[in-house]
């Protein structure tokens, strides 16, 4: 299947640029800040949404300030690597919140590398002895904690394009 590229030219590079440092932007502020009027801003905006280059805003959220204190990533490994067995993995951790990120990767032991995010090590056991472990298929967890939050973005680097 051939990937479509989005043919973006500088403004549009600019209202993703500034839609990903504040997705909460009025069209207004957000036509202001990349120069145009806000009737073209919106069409432009419209047009990135309909292209599927935006595919949705989100309101970040402070883990520390709600109680979410542990940050783990977790490395799965499966038992056989067969469609079946995968898609039931991951429909599985979809249904759980505490799971931010899920990835199928390769080039290491594990099959899977998980971001998890919960309030402290007790919840983080409950979470992987009574979800993760009871996952048919999984043979192997390996588990990392984050100390510390270096860098920690979402934003698509788009310096390339200019």
């Known amino acids: 299947m051939e990937k479509k590229l989005a043919k973006l030219d500088r403004t549009d590079v600019r209202i993703l640029d500034a839609l990903q ?75 759980y919140p505490q799971v931010q990120q899920c ?9 899977y590398l998980l971001k998890v995010v919960v309030p402290d090590i007790d919840q983080y056991q409950q979470f992987l002895l009574n979800k993760i472990t009871r996952i048919e298929g999984v043979t192997g967890v390996r588990s990392s904690f984050v100390m510390r939050r270096v860098i920690d973005t979402s934003a698509l680097p788009l310096t390339y394009m200019d």
């Open 103 to 111: 990835y199928l990767v390769t080039g290491q032991e594990a099959d």
């Open 21 to 95: 440092r504040d997705g909460g932007l009025t069209n207004q502020q957000l036509a202001e800040q990349v120069g145009l009027s806000p009737s073209p801003c919106s069409r432009r905006v419209q047009k990135l949404e309909e292209a599927g280059v935006i595919l949705r805003r989100e309101t970040v959220l402070d883990p520390r300030r709600l109680g979410l204190d542990l940050t783990a990533m977790i490395q799965i490994s499966m038992d056989r690597h067969t469609p079946e067995r995968f898609a039931n993995f991951e429909a599985t951790v979809a249904e």
